[in-house]
């Protein structure tokens, strides 16, 4: 069964590296971004089948490596690659000479070209490689931007460029590209949860509200589903989410009892990678405040040891404790995430 | 006035008609959906002088180091019918053998897909392919079990003919002889003009 299961999963990612392998001959650069959607889903499904086995040989597991590495290379992600080619050199090392000759004959001068040429971008970009590839950073963001669509078009399935341009539109209040720029990082690494949380708290600010709340219908249904899986994080944007919609929304208790719901799950999360706890059990009090039909207090932000978010709020938000704690999330300044 | 092809037909005494609707059938519709526009575009294109069916010299050895025969292939097609399967292959293929395609380098290495899928489906009757390698060998794989991979390596050149085909094989061959978690591994290489191929056994 399981190696059945194997052979069905590779066989799978076969076929997408063959598709995209059309798609790039027949459509060239206008088919890139789709060709390299396909090439990251055929890297996820070789890192699938491998997990598969019990106990898979050395040459089989360099052999997953250089394949999902080398998809990498195809789908032009550069970021998401160097994190594959540490995979290939680690499986190297238990292999014979010859093995990782003749396994890596054609990645070794793909994955260095690529490289290469990904440097060779980042030197041509100057107020992008001052501020070190970080948004927050960026002095003058109206050059950075035209860099940043220049490396984006040039490097179309790295999903961490495509994540940048998501933090462009935000910190420049563009919205609606940064939700265009979101999605396609979304379609790169559907299963980055930083990516899921960002479009969870961009959804209320972007969509229609009937659209809006359909998608956090869609969120919360996951969440339950996957609870011990998600990280904290996953749990406090969506609780943000909801905050925010009850605002519009003409069913606000329900949005209520949701962020509630959420902040509890996150609250007890295993997983807290950003540190979101402090905000969970902010968003928690509040909803909780809520739920109850009390005012939402200030104390809550006391009480998480997040008061600081009272003094930087501004001045008209300040007797809103709702609006303190959504607004604090408006920047998009989630570190980039480095998932493959 | 009999042609050179001709003559090597009747002394091969083997002729096989392959019908390119058929490899619908005999291949898994995924790897078929791609490389039959190619393939349709190269027999096709003003450069390997269009003319149905399109008969390949195809020099077949079915063991390895064994005797080789030699088998007229012939392909045809009825456009009408691959529309049933892709509405779109008229076109894709049309844009393949006009060179519009963004990538023209990409036409032999599809159309070689295609080929050696069509060879699988005549020289190995009943082995479908069912994965593919992208970054080791060989390309198409007809058993992707671990430690014990069967599959065919695959080349196409749009010229050069016999000497284009030996080439390929004689750079192809020595690492693929080296490598021990192959269980069987076959090489298909193609030139679209003049019309020759080698299928040959190179493992075990």
Known sequence: MTLDAYRHVKSGGGKLKFRARAIRAEQGEDGAFEAAVLLREAA???????????????????????????CLVGARAPNAASLAWGEVLNESDAASPEIVRTYRQKLDPAYDALQR????????????????????????????????????AQFPGDFDLAYMLYQAGVFTRDHRAAWAALAKARQLEPENYVA????LLLAPRVLPLSKAEAHLEAAYSQLRRLRGDVDADSFLCFAVASLLLAGASKQPKTHHARALEAAELGVSARSDLFDSKPDLRVARDLAADLVAGRPPSINAFYRAGRGKLVDAAPAKDRNDPVRIFTGSFAYGGHALPSAA | MTSLGEKRRRAAGRARTYRLEQLYQDQDRDW???????LVGLLSSSSTKRRQPCSFDVDHMP???????????????????LELQDPAVRERARRYASGRTPHREH???????????????????????????Q??????????????????EVACRTSGGWAAVRSVRLDKLPALAREKTLAEVHLSLWSGWPRVSEFCKVKP
Do not use: H
Not at chain 2, 63 to 81: I, N, P, Q
Not at chain 2, 107 to 129: D, H, I, N, T, W
């Open chain 1, 44 to 70: 996820r499904a070789e890192e699938r089948a491998l997990r598969l086995l019990q106990a898979p040989d050395v040459e089989t597991r360099l052999g997953a490596a250089v394949e999902r590495c080398g």
């Open chain 1, 117 to 152: 040429a990904f440097r060779r971008a980042i030197d041509a970009s100057p107020v992008l490689k001052a501020a070190r590839l970080r948004w927050a950073y960026v002095a003058d963001q109206a050059s950075a931007r035209a860099e940043l669509e220049a490396l984006v």
């Open chain 1, 196 to 199: 899921w949380g960002a479009e």
């Open chain 2, 32 to 38: 078929v959906f791609d490389s039959v526009p190619a």
């Open chain 2, 63 to 81: 063991t390895t180091g064994g005797a080789t025969t030699r088998l007229a292939l012939s392909l045809d097609w009825d456009m009408a019918a």
């Open chain 2, 107 to 133: 036409l032999p290495e599809m159309a070689g897909y295609g080929l050696a899928l069509v060879a699988v489906s005549v020289l190995l009757p009943g082995q479908r392919v069912v994965d593919m390698e």
């Open chain 2, 135 to 152: 970054w080791r060998s060989p390309d198409l794989l007809l058993d992707n079990t671990p430690g014990a991979r069967r599959g065919v």
